[in-house]
């Protein structure tokens, strides 16, 4: 069975301060991984996709990067962090191809003062 | 315009009742799927439809891709059933963006 971890589960940091977020997907090869935000009470925008190792598109500008440095490993940065980066960060994955199911880990909760 | 619709936003239902939440997309879904987001934050995946019906437990979804909608129906509503249910859909076959509606927040009361 597949697996997905984040980490960490939640992080308050400072203004200015760098940022890195984690995900692993286990028990599957390949798969298509993914960035999503959400808002405290929004709905979940998506940041970043990534169909292969050292491939990663961005599909909305918040400040933030996004590599894929293994096949089963999404990382997500910033140098700087911004009060507006506050929220919930999800990764998720699905199987090869472009309509296919998305699962999702249980997000780490970030908080910038 | 939001490319994906949800309605009611919100909805309180006692305990034991029954109601349908909906989606409907501007968009050429050829796939969608439900969510329910606990008050952890965790997403738990409902559903995944083609166009047609499936139906789990108190659950079931029906998919119509010709006039573009996604109901999603709860028999006999349970405490743990409360949290904010999304639907999402590519917004094109293909194109690895799965686009959210902006939930449905449900409280199920005794």
């Known amino acids: 069975a597949q697996t997905i971890h984040q980490w960490p589960v939640a992080e308050i940091k400072a203004v200015g301060s760098p940022l890195s977020l984690g995900c692993t997907i286990k028990?599957?090869?390949?798969?298509?991984l993914y960035w999503y935000w959400q808002a405290t009470g929004g709905t979940l925008q998506q940041l970043f996709y990534s169909i292969t190792v050292g491939q990663v598109e961005s599909v909305v500008q918040l400040n933030l990067s996004a590599s894929r440095p293994k096949d089963d490993q999404f990382i997500l940065s910033t140098e700087k962090l911004l009060l507006s980066h506050s929220g919930f960060y999800l990764c998720a994955w699905s199987p090869q191809g472009g309509d296919t199911e998305v699962f999702f880990g249980k997000g780490t909760r970030l908080t910038v003062v | 315009g939001d490319k994906v619709k949800q309605s009611p936003s919100a909805l309180s239902l006692q305990e034991g009742t029954n109601s349908a939440l909906r989606c409907n997309f501007s968009?050429?879904?050829?796939?969608v799927q439900w969510f329910l987001q606990n008050p952890r934050g965790s997403l738990i995946n409902l559903f995944y439809?083609?166009?047609g019906t499936k139906e789990n437990g108190r659950l079931k979804s029906t998919f119509n891709s010709k006039e573009s909608y996604s109901t999603l129906h709860i028999r006999d509503a349970q405490l743990e059933d409360s949290g904010t249910y999304f639907c999402?859909?590519?917004?094109?076959?293909?194109?690895?963006?799965?686009?959210f509606g902006k939930g449905t927040s449900l409280v199920v009361h005794p």
């Open positions: 028990g599957k090869s390949s798969p298509n």
């Open positions: 999402a859909a590519p917004t094109s076959g293909g194109n690895y963006k799965p686009t």
């Open positions: 439809l083609v166009p």
């Open positions: 968009i050429a879904a050829t796939t």
